[in-house]
């Protein structure tokens, strides 16, 4: 069964915090992990990309996924305002054909308070 | 840098009536999707295309729904009878050829179409 948990929150952190948000996956044909933000009634903006287990670091954003333990995380250093914004994780498989929709977990809420 | 555009942004129509919404995909890119998303719930995926046909679809995805390239450079899903249950954000997104490992498959989202059937 195809399906991604995330925990809703909100998360209320304040400024300067490290954040960690996290998903946890059923399905062990996912591959490809993502994060994405999405503000209030605007689309999902990709932020990070990770395929297989481990680390991938961006700037003040570091995704880790654990493929043993169907973990996906996302880490925010030095949290901002601006940082406010549901994160919606994604999957996906591989079919071979590249057209695989993504599954996305329902998204947290985080808050980044001034 | 370039992106995936949508029209409408917003799509008031009566239950019955037939609507079709609009992308313009990132121009070198070769997949396309539509996906929705109802307030509160979770975005979820409708259907895929590529080399003008359908390659996936979803459960949500039944007769009522169609999707068209009817040019270079236009993306549209037509919802024949609407109903009111299909009030939600439409988002459109595109991406270029996959290859394995590679992150040149990440799918880019439009601002979305907030379609409200009354």
Known sequence: QKEVEQDP??????EGAIVSLNCTYSNSAFQYFMWYRQYSRKGPELLMYTYSSGNKEDGRFTAQVDKSSKYISLFIRDSQPSDSATYLCATRGY?????????????THLIIQP | EPEVTQTPSHQVTQMGQEVILRCVPISNHLYFYWYRQILGQKVEFL?????????????????????????????????????LEDSAMYFCASSDIPMASRSTDTQYFGPGTRLTVL
């Open chain 1, 9 to 14: 929150g909100p998360l209320s952190v304040p």
């Open chain 1, 95 to 107: 079919s071979g054909g590249g057209a695989d929709g993504l599954t996305f977990g329902k998204g």
């Open chain 2, 47 to 83: 259907v895929s295309f590529y080399n003008n046909e359908i390659s996936e679809k979803s459960e949500i995805f039944d007769d009522q729904f169609s999707v068209e390239r009817p040019d270079g450079s236009n993306f549209t899903l037509k919802i024949r009878s609407t109903k």
